[in-house]
């Protein structure tokens, strides 16, 4: 059980040279600007459930462009809510643990389709939002 876990640190976190930093950082902060163009014009036709999965995967993204140009490599979701939450304690008055997990409500929701419309908006800016916090790091 001990080597599993030691597993999954190891998988969340991976060290990148510069130079695929700097490539994953420009490829991250491309696909978070796609995903935030698409989910606008999906939210638009009212299709509430790919715009909810596009504004986690622009949140996802931006997460990602940030740790690389710390020269990481974030793994699976966990990695991400883990450095969501290290980019908290260095920044507490952000409040990015909450808006991240507003992210992540948006994800569930393309598999569930629980949430109301207008939740799903309401959600929306709170990614928004998180994102232009998140930028701040960049």
Do not use: C
């Not at 690389?68 to 699976?76: C, E, N, Q, S, V």
Request: avoid cysteine; charged fraction near 30%.
């Amino acid at each position: 059980m001990l080597l599993l876990a030691q597993r999954r640190k190891e998988k969340a976190f991976r060290k990148v040279t510069a130079q695929e930093s700097s490539e994953m950082e420009a490829r991250h902060r491309k696909m978070n600007s796609k995903y935030l163009t698409h989910a606008k014009k999906l939210l638009q036709q009212g299709d509430y459930l790919q715009a909810s999965e596009k504004y986690w995967g622009a949140a996802a993204e931006i997460v990602k462009a940030v740790a690389a140009k710390r020269g990481i490599r974030l793994g699976a979701h966990r990695s991400l809510t883990k450095f969501v939450v290290e980019l908290d304690e260095e920044q507490p008055k952000l409040n990015l643990v909450t808006e991240f997990s507003v992210a992540n409500n948006l994800h569930t929701n393309f598999y569930e389709d629980w949430l109301h419309p207008k939740m799903v908006i309401k959600n929306a800016e709170t990614v928004k939002n998180f994102i232009s916090k998140i930028e701040r790091f960049l």
